[in-house]
C-alpha cells in the first residue's frame, strides 16, 4: 500500500508545497470514492427494487433490502454534500487583548481582522477563502452579502450592528487570491476574550465541537488565568483529547530584561506543560514542549507586510531577538498545519469511511444473499424444468402408444357390437311373424281402415324389435362400452395433472349408453301393397303360379291375357287358404326382359314333365282307367268336388281370413326388406358405440392436450425465469465485484490518510 508523502514544511506564501495540501488532497479522494459509492448504490438500490418487483423471480430481493439500500444512497447523498463542505477548522481563545486577532493575521500575513487599540474583538469572527475577487461578510441568520473593502470597514461594520453579541457568529470571506493560507480548505475562528463571558458551555456547543486545533493565545507578561484554564477544561470535556497549542505572544517584552529571560520562560513552559499533561491529559510530557512557542503576533505581522511590499523584513523598530521570535512563528506555523492537516483529516473523514466501509460491507452482504437465493432458485428452476421436459415427454409417448391401443380396442368392440347386432337382429326377423301375430287392431277391408291399421302395424313391428334387440344387446354393449371408458380413463389418468385427476368423472361422466335400433319401418315397407281378393286355390291363374312361379307365372299370364294387371309383379300375390305357403318373391329385376314364347313353352313343358314324373302321371292313368270305366259319372262327380271346393273356399274368405292373408303377406315382405338392412342397421350400431368411445377419448385427449400445452407453457415460464435468474446472479456478482473495489479503495485511504505514519 502506497504510503502517504512526508509532510515538510515549507511556506505557503512562497508558493511551495505545504502540509496542508495533505487534507486537500485527501478531501478529493474520499470526495470522489463516495461519489463513486453513491453512484454504485443508486445503481444497487434500482437493481434490488427492479428485483423485489418482479413477481417472476418469487421475492429475491426482499422490500427490507430495498428500503435498506434506499436508506443507504440517502446517508451517502448527505455525507456527500458534507464532505464538500468539510474544511480544517483553529479557534482561537483567550483574554482579551491578549492579540488573538493579531495572531490571525499575521498568519495571515495581512491585516484582516480589526485588532490594536479600540478593536477588540466583539463577537466569533470566522476567516475562510472565496473564489471570488472581493471581500464580503455574513452574519449569523442571514444570507445578505456585505462588501468590506478594508479592515476598517470590517471593524465599523461589526461596531455599528449591535444586534451581535459575544455569542453571534460573523463569516469573514477573504478572497484566496489575497491569501494563500485559505486556499487549502482552513477556517480561523477568532473569539471574544473568554473572561467576557460566562456562557462558555453554549461557546463549546456552537463552536468549537468541529474544531481540529485549538490555539491559546497567552500573555506572556502574566501567567496563565483561571478562566483561561476553566474553558479548556470544559472543552476537554467535550472533546476526546483536542489539540491545543499555547502561543506566549508578546515575548517581545522580554527583550527589555533579557538576563531573566530564559528563567521566565522556563516558569512559563513549565506551567503550560502541567497544564497540558496533568490536568488536561491532552499529550505527553515528551510532546507537551512542542504545542507551547513564545512568539510577537505584531511583529511578524509587521515583517511580512513589509515584505509583501517590497521593504526589508527587519525594517522599522524592532526589539532584539526578532529573528528567533519569528522562527518560533514559523515553527508553531509548520507544527500547526502539521498538526491541523493530519487531525482534520482523521476527524472529518475517518467517522465517514468508517461509515462508507459499513454500508458497502452492508450491500455487499445483500449482494450476496440475492445471488445465493437466485443461485438456489435457479438449480430449483433447472430442476423444475427437467422434470416438466421429462413429464411431457412421457405424456407425449404415453399418448401416442394409447392411441393406437385405444384404436384397437374401439375397433374390436365395434365388430363385436356389429356382429351381436347382425346376429340378434337375424333372429328377430326369424321370429318376425310372432311380434305380427301379437298385433291386434281393428281390421276392415276398406281403404282407409286399411292405410290406418298398416301404419299401425309398422309401427308395432317397429317397436317390438327395437325392444326385442336392446334386450338381446343393450346391456352387453353398454357393460363394454362402460368397461372401455373405465380402461381409457385409467389409462389416460397418470398423463393428467393431479387437480385434473380428481375431477376426471366430471369430464366423462358416467352415465348408460343406449343404442338406437332405427329400423325405419314405416320408409322400408311404405311401398307394401297387400292383395286380399279371393282367388280359388285351383283356378287357372293359381294353377299357373303353383307350376310356373309367381315370376315367370306372371309373364305367361300377359302372354295370354293383355290386360293382366303388370302392377302387381312387384308385390307377392295374396293366396286362399288352401293354395298352401306363398312363393318366394323375387325383386324386380331390370336385365331380365320379359320371356319369349318359346321360353314359356319351354317353362309349360318342364313343369308338364315335372308332373308326370310324379304322382301326377298315376293320377290321369288312373283317370283314364276309371274313365273307361265309369265315364261321364267320374267327369260329373269331379264337376261336384270342384265346385264344392270352390264354395266352401268363397265362404270361408271372411275378414279374419283376410286380416291372417294380409299378416302372412307382410311377413313375407318385411322378412326381405329387413334382411336386406341388417348389414346396415348393425353397421350403424357399430358406428355409434364408436362415436361414443370416440368421444370419450376425444374428451381424454382434449384434457391431455390442454396439459401439454400447460407444460410447454410452463416450461417457457421456467426457461424465461431460469434467464431471470441468471441475469439477477450476474449482475449481483458485477455489483458484488464493485463493492469490492469500493473496499480496496476505502482501505487504500485508510492506509494513507487516515492510519499513524511511521
Given at each position: 500500500?502506497?504510503?502517504?508523502?512526508?509532510?515538510?514544511?515549507?511556506?505557503?506564501?512562497?508558493?511551495?508545497?505545504?502540509?496542508?495540501?495533505?487534507f486537500?488532497v485527501?478531501?478529493?479522494?474520499?470526495s470522489?470514492?463516495?461519489?463513486?459509492?453513491?453512484?454504485y448504490?443508486?445503481?444497487?438500490?434500482?437493481?434490488?427494487?427492479?428485483?423485489?418487483?418482479?413477481?417472476?423471480?418469487?421475492?429475491?430481493?426482499?422490500?427490507?433490502?430495498?428500503?435498506?439500500?434506499?436508506?443507504?444512497?440517502?446517508?451517502l447523498?448527505?455525507?456527500?454534500?458534507?464532505?464538500?463542505?468539510?474544511?480544517?477548522k483553529?479557534?482561537?481563545?483567550?483574554?482579551?487583548?491578549?492579540?488573538?486577532?493579531?495572531?490571525?493575521?499575521?498568519?495571515?500575513?495581512?491585516?484582516?481582522?480589526?485588532?490594536?487599540?479600540?478593536?477588540?474583538?466583539?463577537?466569533?469572527?470566522?476567516?475562510?477563502?472565496?473564489?471570488?475577487?472581493?471581500?464580503?461578510?455574513?452574519?449569523?441568520?442571514?444570507?445578505?452579502?456585505?462588501?468590506?473593502?478594508?479592515?476598517?470597514?470590517?471593524?465599523?461594520?461589526?461596531?455599528?450592528?449591535?444586534?451581535?453579541?459575544?455569542?453571534?457568529?460573523?463569516?469573514?470571506?477573504?478572497?484566496?487570491t489575497?491569501?494563500?493560507?485559505?486556499?487549502?480548505?482552513?477556517?480561523?475562528?477568532?473569539?471574544p476574550g473568554?473572561?467576557?463571558?460566562?456562557?462558555?458551555?453554549?461557546?463549546?456547543?456552537?463552536?468549537?465541537?468541529?474544531?481540529?486545533?485549538?490555539?491559546?493565545v497567552?500573555?506572556?507578561?502574566?501567567?496563565?488565568?483561571?478562566?483561561?484554564?476553566?474553558f479548556?477544561?470544559?472543552?476537554?470535556?467535550?472533546?476526546?483529547?483536542?489539540?491545543?497549542?499555547?502561543?506566549?505572544n508578546?515575548?517581545?517584552?522580554?527583550?527589555?530584561?533579557?538576563?531573566?529571560?530564559e528563567?521566565?520562560?522556563?516558569?512559563?513552559?513549565?506551567?503550560?506543560?502541567?497544564?497540558?499533561?496533568?490536568?488536561?491529559?491532552?499529550?505527553?510530557?515528551?510532546?507537551?514542549?512542542?504545542?507551547?512557542?513564545?512568539?510577537?503576533?505584531?511583529e511578524?505581522?509587521?515583517?511580512?507586510?513589509?515584505?509583501?511590499?517590497?521593504?526589508?523584513?527587519?525594517?522599522?523598530?524592532?526589539?532584539e531577538?526578532?529573528?528567533?521570535?519569528l522562527?518560533?512563528?514559523?515553527?508553531?506555523?509548520r507544527?500547526?498545519?502539521?498538526?491541523?492537516?493530519?487531525?482534520?483529516?482523521?476527524?472529518?473523514?475517518?467517522?465517514?469511511?468508517?461509515?462508507?466501509?459499513?454500508?458497502?460491507?452492508?450491500?455487499?452482504?445483500?449482494?450476496d444473499?440475492i445471488?445465493?437465493?437466485?443461485?438456489?432458485?435457479?438449480?430449483?428452476?433447472?430442476?423444475?424444468?427437467e422434470?416438466?421436459?421429462?413429464?411431457?415427454?412421457?405424456?407425449?409417448?404415453?399418448?401416442?402408444?394409447?392411441i393406437?391401443?385405444?384404436?384397437?380396442?374401439?375397433k374390436?368392440?365395434s365388430?363385436?357390437?356389429?356382429?351381436?347386432?347382425?346376429?340378434?337382429?337375424g333372429?328377430?326377423?326369424?321370429?318376425?311373424?310372432?311380434?305380427?301375430?301379437?298385433?291386434?287392431?281393428?281390421?276392415h277391408?276398406?281403404?282407409?281402415?286399411?292405410?290406418?291399421?298398416?301404419?299401425?302395424?309398422?309401427?308395432?313391428?317397429e317397436?317390438?324389435?327395437?325392444?326385442?334387440?336392446?334386450?338381446r344387446?343393450?346391456?352387453?354393449?353398454?357393460?363394454?362400452?362402460?368397461?372401455?371408458?373405465?380402461?381409457?380413463?385409467?389409462?389416460?389418468?397418470?398423463?393428467?395433472?393431479?387437480?385434473?385427476?380428481?375431477?376426471?368423472?366430471?369430464?366423462?361422466?358416467?352415465?348408460?349408453?343406449?343404442?338406437?335400433?332405427?329400423?325405419?319401418?314405416?320408409?322400408?315397407?311404405?311401398?307394401?301393397?297387400?292383395?286380399?281378393?279371393?282367388?280359388?286355390?285351383?283356378?287357372?291363374?293359381?294353377?299357373?303360379?303353383?307350376?310356373?312361379?309367381?315370376?315367370?307365372?306372371?309373364?305367361a299370364?300377359?302372354?295370354?291375357?293383355?290386360?293382366?294387371?303388370?302392377?302387381?309383379?312387384v308385390?307377392?300375390l295374396?293366396?286362399?287358404?288352401?293354395?298352401?305357403?306363398?312363393s318366394t318373391?323375387?325383386?324386380?329385376?331390370?336385365?331380365?326382359?320379359l320371356?319369349t314364347?318359346?321360353?314359356?313353352?319351354?317353362?309349360?313343358?318342364t313343369?308338364?314333365?315335372?308332373?308326370?314324373?310324379?304322382?301326377?302321371?298315376?293320377?290321369?292313368?288312373?283317370?283314364?282307367?276309371?274313365?273307361?270305366?265309369v265315364?261321364?259319372?267320374?267327369?260329373?262327380?269331379?264337376?261336384?268336388?270342384y265346385?264344392?271346393?270352390?264354395?266352401?273356399?268363397?265362404?270361408?274368405?271372411?275378414?279374419?281370413?283376410?286380416?291372417?292373408?294380409?299378416?302372412?303377406?307382410?311377413?313375407?315382405?318385411?322378412?326381405?326388406?329387413?334382411?336386406?338392412?341388417?348389414?346396415?342397421?348393425?353397421?350403424?350400431c357399430?358406428?355409434?358405440?364408436?362415436?361414443?368411445?370416440?368421444t370419450?377419448?376425444?374428451?381424454?385427449?382434449?384434457?391431455?392436450?390442454?396439459?401439454?400445452?400447460?407444460?410447454?407453457?410452463?416450461?417457457?415460464?421456467?426457461?424465461?425465469?431460469?434467464?431471470?435468474?441468471?441475469?439477477?446472479?450476474?449482475?449481483?456478482?458485477?455489483?458484488?465485484?464493485?463493492?469490492?473495489?469500493?473496499?480496496?479503495q476505502?482501505?487504500?485511504?485508510?492506509?494513507?490518510?487516515?492510519?499513524?505514519?511511521?
Open positions: 500500500m502506497a504510503a502517504a508523502p512526508p509532510l515538510t514544511r515549507s511556506d505557503s506564501a512562497r508558493g511551495e508545497f505545504s502540509p496542508l495540501k495533505h486537500v485527501a478531501k478529493k479522494k474520499i470522489d470514492v463516495f461519489e463513486q459509492l453513491l453512484k448504490v443508486k445503481e444497487t438500490s434500482e437493481f434490488v427494487e427492479e428485483t423485489c418487483e418482479n413477481k417472476a423471480l418469487e421475492k429475491i430481493a426482499s422490500q427490507d433490502q430495498k428500503l435498506e439500500i434506499q436508506a443507504y444512497a440517502d446517508k447523498a448527505v455525507i456527500k454534500e458534507v464532505l464538500a463542505r468539510r474544511h480544517m483553529v479557534a482561537f481563545f483567550g483574554r482579551t487583548s491578549n492579540g488573538k486577532s493579531t495572531v490571525v493575521n499575521a498568519m495571515l500575513r495581512d491585516r484582516v481582522l480589526p485588532s490594536g487599540i479600540g478593536h477588540t474583538t466583539n463577537c466569533f469572527l470566522s476567516v475562510e477563502g472565496t473564489d471570488e475577487d472581493k471581500a464580503y461578510l455574513k452574519t449569523e441568520g442571514s444570507e445578505e452579502e456585505k462588501s468590506i473593502k478594508t479592515v476598517n470597514q470590517l471593524a465599523h461594520a461589526l461596531h455599528m450592528d449591535e444586534s451581535l453579541d459575544a455569542g453571534c457568529l460573523v463569516r469573514v470571506f477573504w478572497p484566496k489575497k491569501c494563500a493560507l485559505l486556499r487549502d480548505d482552513l477556517v480561523l475562528v477568532d473569539s473568554t473572561d467576557v463571558t460566562s456562557q462558555l458551555d453554549s461557546w463549546i456547543d456552537k463552536f468549537c465541537l468541529d474544531a481540529d486545533v485549538f490555539v491559546l497567552a500573555n506572556s507578561e502574566s501567567t496563565l488565568m483561571n478562566t483561561e484554564k476553566h479548556f477544561h470544559k472543552v476537554n470535556e467535550r472533546l476526546s483529547k483536542p489539540n491545543i497549542f499555547i502561543l506566549n508578546r515575548w517581545d517584552a522580554s527583550a527589555n530584561e533579557p538576563e531573566y529571560m528563567d521566565v520562560r522556563k516558569q512559563h513552559t513549565d506551567r503550560c506543560v502541567n497544564f497540558l499533561v496533568e490536568e488536561l491529559k491532552v499529550v505527553d510530557r515528551d510532546q507537551a514542549p512542542n504545542r507551547i512557542f513564545f512568539v510577537s503576533a505584531k511578524v505581522l509587521n515583517s511580512r507586510m513589509q515584505r509583501a511590499q517590497g521593504m526589508p523584513e527587519t525594517g522599522g523598530a524592532l526589539a531577538g526578532f529573528q528567533e521570535r522562527k518560533e512563528f514559523q515553527s508553531f506555523e507544527r500547526f498545519e502539521e498538526c491541523i492537516s493530519q487531525s482534520a483529516v482523521k476527524t472529518k473523514f475517518e467517522q465517514h469511511t468508517i461509515r462508507a466501509k459499513q454500508i458497502t460491507e452492508k450491500v455487499k452482504s445483500i449482494m444473499d445471488n445465493i437465493e437466485a443461485a438456489e432458485k435457479r438449480v430449483a428452476a433447472l430442476e423444475d424444468r422434470y416438466q421436459m421429462d413429464r411431457l415427454e412421457f405424456v407425449k409417448n404415453q399418448l401416442n402408444l394409447l393406437d391401443d385405444i384404436k384397437k380396442k374401439i374390436a368392440i365388430e363385436d357390437v356389429e356382429a351381436k347386432v347382425s346376429s340378434a337382429m333372429e328377430e326377423i326369424c321370429r318376425l311373424h310372432v311380434i305380427v301375430d301379437e298385433f291386434h287392431a281393428d281390421f277391408p276398406s281403404l282407409h281402415v286399411l292405410k290406418i291399421y298398416k301404419s299401425e302395424l309398422l309401427s308395432h313391428v317397436e317390438g324389435m327395437g325392444k326385442n334387440l336392446a334386450f344387446c343393450s346391456d352387453a354393449v353398454n357393460v363394454s362400452v362402460q368397461s372401455s371408458q373405465r380402461y381409457m380413463m385409467e389409462s389416460m389418468l397418470p398423463l393428467l395433472p393431479s387437480a385434473v385427476q380428481s375431477q376426471i368423472n366430471m369430464l366423462v361422466p358416467s352415465r348408460k349408453f343406449d343404442l338406437s335400433y332405427d329400423l325405419n319401418c314405416a320408409t322400408l315397407c311404405s311401398d307394401f301393397q297387400e292383395n286380399i281378393e279371393f282367388q280359388f286355390s285351383l283356378g287357372w291363374t293359381a294353377l299357373v303360379h303353383r307350376f310356373l312361379g309367381s315370376v315367370n307365372a306372371e309373364r299370364l300377359k302372354l295370354v291375357d293383355q290386360n293382366f294387371q303388370a302392377s302387381r309383379t308385390l307377392p295374396a293366396c286362399t287358404p288352401s293354395s298352401g305357403p306363398p318373391i323375387a325383386p324386380p329385376n331390370h336385365e331380365t326382359a320371356m314364347q318359346e321360353d314359356l313353352m319351354v317353362a309349360m313343358a313343369n308338364v314333365a315335372s308332373l308326370t314324373s310324379r304322382t301326377s302321371m298315376g293320377i290321369v292313368i288312373v283317370g283314364g282307367v276309371v274313365w273307361r270305366m265315364g261321364w259319372r267320374l267327369i260329373a262327380l269331379s264337376g261336384s268336388l265346385g264344392l271346393l270352390y264354395l266352401y273356399e268363397r265362404l270361408t274368405w271372411t275378414t279374419k281370413a283376410k286380416e291372417r292373408t294380409l299378416k302372412r303377406q307382410f311377413v313375407d315382405y318385411a322378412t326381405e326388406k329387413l334382411q336386406l338392412i341388417v348389414s346396415f342397421t348393425s353397421a350403424n357399430s358406428h355409434q358405440v364408436q362415436q361414443e368411445m370416440a370419450t377419448f376425444a374428451r381424454l385427449c382434449q384434457q391431455v392436450d390442454q396439459t401439454q400445452k400447460e407444460l410447454e407453457a410452463e416450461i417457457r415460464q421456467l426457461t424465461a425465469k431460469i434467464d431471470q435468474l441468471e441475469t439477477v446472479q450476474s449482475r449481483s456478482k458485477s455489483l458484488r465485484h464493485k463493492a469490492t473495489e469500493l473496499e480496496r476505502l482501505e487504500t485511504f485508510t492506509n494513507q490518510y487516515l492510519q499513524p505514519q511511521q
